[in-house]
C-alpha cells in the first residue's frame, strides 16, 4: 500500500514551458486535491475533484488545469509555466466520511521555473 | 468567510519543556478542526481532529489540542518537548469540502 504517490520529485522549467504533474493514490478515495506551498502562506488549494470526471477550482486555479480521468489519478498541468509558479506542490486525498475527512499527503513535487 | 490564524511562525523550545502552538479560527458555524505535521522535505500527516465529540484531543506522538468555542482557539500542546518534534505544524479548518489552512509554525527545539 503505497499511499499517495507523486512523479517527479522534482523538476526544472524554463518559463513558457509546459510540463503535467501525476498524482497517484491506492486507497480508493473519492476526493482529491493539489495544493502548493509557499514559505510563510501555508497550502493554498489549486483544484479539487470529489470523484472520477469531476474538477473543480480552489483557492489560486489560475495557471494550471486537471483531469481526473481514473479515480485513482489526479493530473495537474501547467501550460505555459512562469516563474510565480515556482513552489512545492501537494496532491492529496480523502474519502467521504462524515465531513472531517483525513486528507492524505503525497511527498510534494518541488518545481523550478526559471 | 472562515479563516485560520496561526500566532508565530517560529517557536522555539527546549528539549523537555512544554510546546504550545497557538491557532486561533473564524467560523459562522461549528467546525472541524485539524493540526498537521510536516517534517523537512516530507508531506503533511495528521497529527489530530476536532470532530465535535470531545473538546481535548489527543493526537499522535503525545500532542494534543483543546476546542475552546468561547476563545475560537484549538491550541497544541504537549507536556514535554524532544528533538524528534522539530518540524512546522499547520492548523486547519474545514469548509465544504476544502482544507482552510494556517501559515504553519515551525518548531525549533533547542538542545
Known amino acids: 500500500n503505497a499511499g499517495v504517490t507523486q512523479t517527479p520529485k522534482f523538476r526544472v522549467l524554463k518559463t513558457g514551458q509546459s510540463m503535467t504533474l501525476l498524482c497517484a493514490q491506492d486507497m480508493n478515495h473519492e476526493y482529491m486535491y493539489w495544493y502548493r506551498q509557499d514559505p510563510g502562506m501555508g497550502l493554498r488549494l489549486i483544484h479539487y475533484s470529489v470523484g472520477e470526471g469531476t474538477t473543480a477550482k480552489g483557492e489560486v486555479p489560475d495557471g494550471y488545469n486537471v483531469s481526473r480521468l481514473k479515480k485513482q489519478n489526479f493530473l495537474l498541468g501547467l501550460e505555459s509555466a512562469a516563474p510565480s509558479q515556482t513552489s512545492v506542490y501537494f496532491c492529496a486525498s480523502s474519502y467521504p466520511t462524515s465531513g472531517a475527512e483525513t486528507q492524505y499527503f503525497g511527498p510534494g513535487t518541488r518545481l523550478l521555473v526559471l | ?111
Request: glycine fraction near 6%; proline fraction near 5%; aromatic fraction near 12%.
Open chain 2, 1 to 111: 468567510a472562515q479563516s485560520v490564524t496561526q500566532l508565530g511562525s517560529h517557536v522555539s523550545v527546549s528539549e523537555g519543556a512544554l510546546v504550545l502552538l497557538r491557532c486561533n479560527y473564524s467560523s459562522s458555524v461549528p467546525p472541524y478542526l485539524f493540526w498537521y505535521v510536516q517534517y523537512p522535505n516530507q508531506g503533511l500527516q495528521l497529527l489530530l481532529k476536532y470532530t465535535s465529540a470531545a473538546t481535548l484531543v489527543k493526537g499522535i506522538n503525545g500532542f494534543e489540542a483543546e476546542f475552546k468555542k468561547s476563545e475560537t482557539s484549538f491550541h497544541l500542546t504537549k507536556p514535554s518537548a524532544h528533538m524528534s518534534d522539530a518540524a512546522e505544524y499547520f492548523c486547519a479548518v474545514l469548509r465544504n469540502y476544502q482544507l482552510i489552512w494556517g501559515a504553519g509554525t515551525k518548531l525549533i527545539i533547542k538542545p
